[in-house]
């Protein structure tokens, strides 16, 4: 018995539709399944072979997840950082830490003032030897260590006097003073794109690259779907400092939304990484996720330039 062409085409087509159809919803219930790391505000530090990383997520404090290859993360069962053991009680946001002569300094936000903690392990517990912030007369978040090449410290952090903008300043040596004299504004709203909503430029992250300084920021509410990722660059680190003409770097790769308050790390193969969080979905904010892209230098015009991946990848929390 023969069949009809037309009826034969009709079947294989609709098995092909069926198939392509059950791995859609096979894929759609894969990526509900998968248990993103929940960090707004990310930081990742290698230490010792192994991946550290923080970032705004606990109302007690700061915690910590730990992995082996940037994929598969596991949460520490402890706090980082407990609020018994720092300056403030609430909104604990936007570590990083940083190994420096064997010990290791996390910078975060507390009820809006910078502080600094310490710990002899990078799981913690980190504490503030003395409650209080580093600024103590006015708000102030996002602060960020760079030492520069002659072991010279500087903090990097967003003050609200001009809506939110980015300053450094010189530290002492003990890596929590803050040399007053030395604060200098570094730069504030002025793109176009970073007029979306509200005066935003904070969450600075410096490296330094042949001599020259690169600065990733971020600019709008960190609430909107702008978001995003903007570069400035400079030859002296406490002014100069110039905005690519093309920012932002990174606003809405793909399906993310809410890009934004970003850091940079050396992965085991020596290649650069940035890790930045973005927002649930289109409809909610939170809870924020952390994703990891890839960063590198290429030159453009015979000037090197930063360069940001609009590939990333999905940090997921092993069971």
């Not at 409809?283 to 590198?296: F, T, V």
Request: aromatic content about 14%; some cysteine.
């Amino acid at each position: 018995m023969k069949l009809n062409k037309v009826f034969i085409t009709t079947i294989l087509l609709f098995a092909i539709v069926s198939c392509s159809s059950l791995k859609n919803n096979q894929d759609s219930t894969m990526a509900k399944n998968v248990k993103k790391v929940p960090f707004g505000d990310p930081y990742i530090m290698l230490f010792d072979n192994v991946y550290y990383a923080y970032g705004t997520h606990s109302e007690n404090g700061i915690e910590v997840y730990t992995s082996n290859d940037l994929l598969k993360w596991k949460k520490e069962n402890h706090l980082a950082l407990h609020k018994d053991d720092s300056y403030g009680e609430k909104w604990f946001w936007a570590p990083e830490v940083y190994n420096v002569n064997g010990k290791f300094y996390m910078y975060y936000t507390a009820e809006e003032r910078i502080c600094v903690a310490i710990s002899d392990s990078p799981l913690g517990p980190f504490k503030q030897a003395v409650q209080q912030p580093m600024l103590e007369k006015e708000k102030a978040i996002d602060n960020s260590l760079f030492i520069d090449d002659d072991g010279k410290p500087y903090l990097f952090f967003d003050r609200f006097n001009d809506g939110l903008n980015i300053w450094v300043a010189e530290l002492e040596d003990d890596l929590i003073t803050i040399k007053l004299e030395t604060m200098h504004p570094c730069i504030h709203v002025s793109q176009s794109w970073e007029e979306v909503w509200p005066r935003v430029n904070e969450g600075a992250f410096v490296l330094k690259h042949k001599g020259v300084y690169y600065m990733t920021y971020s600019a709008n509410s960190y609430e909107s779907h702008f978001y995003g990722i903007g570069c400035a660059a400079t030859t002296d680190i406490k002014s100069g400092w110039n905005k690519y003409l093309d920012n932002p770097l990174l606003q809405k790769p793909k399906n993310l939304v809410g890009v934004g308050h970003s850091a940079m790390f050396i992965d085991k193969m020596g290649d650069l990484r940035i890790v930045f969080h973005a927002h649930n979905d289109s409809n909610n904010i939170h809870p924020r996720h952390m994703y990891i892209g890839k960063a590198k230098f290429k030159k453009v015009g015979g000037v090197e330039k930063l360069i940001i991946s609009q590939d990333f990848i999905i940090p997921e929390i092993m069971e």
